[in-house]
């Protein structure tokens, strides 16, 4: 994908049971996807981050959704992992499963995590890293996509549009 295109189709199963698609939080002003999973130790240090800015952001109305598409690849992957994570984690979004791949392949996603953000109109506005630190959250100097987040909510342009995702390479089925 690239900055401007429109949010794709898909039609994917959360760790609730329910079929959720692109039309999921279409009230919201903004949505983000992120590709990520349980194991890689970067999406696992992003966990709370992400967690977070939904929290200060749902006023505002913005929309998380994650995917996982290295469900296949383990068990760890598994969905029965994932809803355990989900409810271990008491995650505030929706957690997808893209068994065969075909959403990160759309999306254009090589790593976990990486961040789709898409304004009102379902325009790609940002993809890549969350931010610049991974490692230690307390070194962070720059907030990526927090900064996208607050460009896409108050209808401008996105200042750096397409930063180099951080994390474990998409291992395809």
Known sequence: MI??????????????GEMYNQYAYADRYALLIIFTNNTCPVAQAYRNRIRNLLKRYEEDNLGIIRVNSTSKNSDAESLEQMKKMYDDLKLPHLYLVD??????????????????????????????????????ENMVTRVYLEDAIEAALDGIDVDYPEIEPVGCDIIWN
């Open 3 to 16: 900055i401007g295109d429109k949010l794709p189709a898909f039609n994917l199963k959360g760790v609730d």
């Open 99 to 136: 068994g065969d791949q075909q959403v990160a392949k759309a999306f254009g996603a090589t790593k976990v995590p990486e961040a789709y953000l898409f304004n009102s109109k379902r325009e790609l506005v940002y993809k890549g890293a969350i931010d610049d630190s991974w490692e230690n």
